[in-house]
């Protein structure tokens, strides 16, 4: 299965309770709910093309905890991420959470060696698997580089602190995007589709002048 991590963003790439004030107030975070905002119908076709490829989905254990308290309550048949999260296998990362605790089914939870775990879980057949949300999880899988796939909103918002995307010490890539991978939606929400080119290595360059002209040298 392909890999693909599916986020909110803010222009300062902070991903941390974009949904509700006490979505995720860890480390005294309490600029929760920044999205909602600026949610349109152009976002919700974006958000729903996502999941409309969906096989199965891979979570951290609080963004598992938090979806999980939510998204059963959404009984509506016609809601099609709804039908999607509450029907597909899940695939929760927790040392410590129980099998009574995993109770959003179907549910596997995944107790020790992540990395492998997920390497496995990809040699599967199938078409995507989907992480959404589980912070500390896309890291772990970005450094490992088992990511196939980023799908971003970024918001016209500058939050100010809180967990980003790629934190300081992450480790440096390169991504490409398609000529579809990108579009702006109204009120400045950009939706990027980027596959990862390079990993561990961040190709680099300068400016100098030749015959008069400033031109670009890779390094």
Do not use: C
Request: proline share 6%; no cysteine; charged share 20%.
């Amino acid at each position: 299965m392909l890999l693909s991590v599916n986020v909110f963003i803010s222009l300062d790439g902070i991903m941390q309770g974009p949904g509700a004030p006490d979505e995720d107030r860890s480390d005294g975070f309490d600029r929760g709910g920044w999205l909602v905002p600026h949610m349109s119908a152009h976002t919700n076709e974006v958000v729903e093309g996502w999941f409309r490829t969906a096989d199965a989905f891979l979570f951290g254990r609080t963004s598992y905890g938090l979806l999980g308290g939510y998204w059963p309550k959404v009984t509506a048949p016609d809601d099609l991420i709804a039908t999607k999260l509450n029907t597909l296998p899940k695939y929760v990362v927790s040392e410590t959470l129980t099998d009574e605790e995993a109770d959003w089914s179907p549910t596997t939870v995944l107790r020790t060696d992540v990395v492998d775990a997920v390497r496995r879980l990809k040699e599967r057949p199938g078409g995507e698997l989907q992480v959404h949300g589980s912070w500390r999880l896309v890291q772990t899988l970005h450094k490992a580089g088992l990511v196939d796939l980023y799908r971003l909103l970024q918001y016209p918002v500058v939050v100010g602190g809180g967990k980003r995307l790629f934190p300081d010490g992450s480790t440096p890539a390169t991504f490409a995007a398609s000529e579809d991978g990108i579009r702006v939606l109204s009120g400045g929400v950009v939706s990027l589709t980027l596959t990862p080119a390079t990993l561990g290595v961040l190709s680099t360059g300068a400016y100098t002048v030749d015959e008069g002209r400033s031109v670009p040298v890779l390094g």
